[in-house]
Each structure stands twice: as C-alpha cells, then as structure tokens.
DNA sequence: CCATGTGAATGCGTTCACAGCC
DNA sequence: GGCTGTGAACGCATTCACATGG
C-alpha cells in the first residue's frame, strides 16, 4: 500500500463514521455517494487504494471495508495522549470518556500552576508544566490536547515539540510555528463560523 | 476577482491569523513561509489573487492586506448565528463572548427540551425548537451551531436546511446529509486525534 | 537589489470509461 | 445486470522562472 493522497486520508476517515453509521452489511459506492456527496468515481479510486477484497459482488461488506480502513490509517493502534493546560475546557477533557472507545489513551494532565495540579481531582495523573518532556518522554505519549491561553500556546507547543511530541490538538486561536514532522490540527470554532462566512455567496443565487 | 480555489481559501483564512498576531506592520512571503510552511510562491499566488495593491516595496503592508482578505472573504459582513441543542455545549456558547469580537451575532438558541429552554438564563432569546424555522426565517440567520446529541443530529440538520441555513457547525459525531449549498464543518475532538493518528508514519523515520 | 506579481510548466488528484467479476 | 477496480485523460493547484516595480 503505497501512501495515500491527503485528500483520501481525509475522506477515509470520514467514511469510517459513515460504515458505523450504516446500518446495513453492504454498501455501495453509490450509496456512499449520497450519504457523503462525494463522487462515487472517488469513492471507489479511495477504496481501491486499500489491500483486501471487499466487494461482495453487489457492494462492499461493511465490517470488513471498515476495518480495512482503519488498519490503513493506524487508528487500530492505541495511543497515549495528554491534555496540557487544565483550564475549564482542559480539565472537561481529562474526564471526557469517548478518547478510550476510540483508541486513544489520556495519561497525563499538564498545568503551570502547582496549585491547580495539586487541588484538581482527575481520573489521569497531573503534573506541573515543568515535566512534560520527562513524562512525554517517559509513558511514549504521541498526542497532545493544546488547551492554554493564546498567550503561552506557541511556548508550551515548543516545549513539546522538543519532547517529541508526535501530533498536536490546538484549541488556541492562533497559527502555531512547528518543526516538519509534527501534525496540528486546529479547533476553533469562530474560525470554523469564518470558514462557512467565506463560503456563502455574496449575493448571488446558489444555482446560476 | 474570480472565485477563489478551496485550499486558497482555507489559507487565507489562517493568514488572517498570522497577520493579527505578527505584530510588524510589513510582512514578506518569506517570513509567512516560515510561519505557516506554506512555501513563499504559494501565498504570493493566494495574494495575488486578491485585487488591490499591498506591496510597500519590501513586504506586504499588513493592515491593507489583512483587510482585503478579510473583505475578499466576507468576513467583514456581520453574519447572525443560532445554537441548537442547550445541553452542556451549547449552552456554553450561548455566553461566549468571542463570536461578537469577529462579526458574528448570536441571536437565538433552540432546544427541544421546552422546560430546558424556560428555565436557562441566557443573554440570546431562548425557543422551543418547533419554532425553529419561523424565528431563522424572521431574524435572517444564517449558520448554526448544532449541539444535539449524536442520534437527533440528523433530524435537526434538515430542520435548518429546510429553514434556509447556508451554513452548520456540526458538533455530533456523524456525517450529516445535506443538500448542495450548505457548508458543513464537522467540529469533534476524537476526529482531529484520528485525523494525526492518521499522519503518524508507521515504523518509519520521518526522514527516510 | 530585493521582493512582489504572473503567465507557463509541472504534478497530483479527480473523473472517465471500460474491463473484470459476482 | 449491476457493481467494483483501474489505467488513462483531464483539470486544477502548486511550482517555477522571469519580468516588473519600489
């Protein structure tokens, strides 16, 4: 399997959602076309970059396109993330249960203030910023949830990037400076508001 | 100015971003290349194809350019938004004070829950969701944020297409169906950390 | 001289059309 | 027959290279 274009990544892991979401034992690639409104031609070129058969003759078998899917993408692989920051949003992570359904491990919580660390209850063990690169480095964590303030987001993705983080999830608003290598996925929703403002005609009719 | 390609867009949408924070009041591509990792022919291909003059010689003038993207954009025209579902989420939202600072204005939230809807305080009118479509037609609205739960997303999104919604931010963990026209942007954190799982290279240095 | 601006060339992803298979 | 699978054609975005302007 050679590597996949970004625009399949990105779809694949979208489909993943819709198989779950199905129902039936098989789909078809025209079925998938409604459901997503991309073309069906894509779809197929998409799967057919994965290895395995999955055509039953009458569309794909859906548990085994799925599973397909997610072995392409490495997300049958467990990984350990962290949370760094534990404000209100970071520390609603750090109780957030769906990160384990998927996959995805919570081992440590990371907060400059000692006294935060210290009071806060929390299912995962927290320490203060001071040890994130020891104890990234420590348990192998892949993942970071980026729950600072504006202020010191671009600081505390250095000091991860410097423990090797692999991927960053970043809730702050601004455009972190990182070395190749490391992913960021930006969450902010004014910019996703600002994403569809750019997006709706300025006064023209949708179908011209 | 013809329409913009879609990468172009997602991208000068973050450069308003990187323009707001860069505090100089001259940037050239050069430097934007090494804060975005966008190389330099790229963002001055996305500049030019906005119409005006931002060159000062020896770099953009970030103030005349910000703002012509901004206006390329549309993000300079005020925009009304809605919250539906007043669970945790998004009643959060009904109090967060950032949407007005970019041009949006929040102007109504929803919840099925008619108790839920009576009893909330809230700075934004409050309404049961059967009137839905009577108050986005009313006020004009055009996007919502949609915070119901995962099994009655689909049902609430045909509610604001049929209402007239150009654009969804969907919080439910699920592919919404939609007619052509209306923009969706999926916002769910298990999907950013699957989405860099996905870019983690498999047993492989990341310089081969 | 340095940095932008832009037609032209390149390369990659999407679309097509048809062969293969159930 | 209907649906998948895939080399080939197409079209669009990125990259290039050089002309232009401060």
Request: with cysteine; hydrophobic share 45%; net charge neutral.
């Amino acid at each position: 399997m050679a590597d996949l274009p970004e625009p399949t990544i990105e779809r694949l892991l979208q489909l993943t959602r819709v198989l779950d979401n199905c129902g039936a034992a098989v789909v078809t690639s025209a079925e998938i076309e409604t459901r997503t409104g991309w073309s069906s031609h894509t779809i197929r070129k998409d799967i057919s970059y994965l290895d395995g058969d999955f055509s039953t003759g009458s569309g794909y078998d859906v548990a085994a396109l799925g599973s397909a899917v997610r072995s392409a993408l490495g997300l049958d692989i467990k990984r350990k993330c962290c949370v760094v920051g534990l404000g209100r949003l970071g520390s609603a992570y750090l109780n957030f249960p769906a990160f384990a359904d998927e996959g995805f491990e919570l081992v440590a919580g990371f907060d400059s203030s000692v006294n935060r660390v210290e009071i806060l209850r929390s299912p995962v063990p927290l320490y203060p910023a001071f040890k994130m690169g020891e104890v990234i480095v420590r348990f192998g964590i892949e993942m970071a949830l980026l729950c600072v303030p504006a202020a010191s987001a671009q600081a505390a993705a250095d000091r991860l990037a410097a423990a090797g983080i692999k991927g960053i999830v970043n809730f702050a608003p601004i455009a972190l400076e990182l070395p190749p290598g490391i992913s960021v996925r930006n969450v902010y929703v004014v910019d996703e508001l600002r994403a569809i403002s750019a997006r709706i005609p300025i006064r023209k009719k949708e179908n011209p």
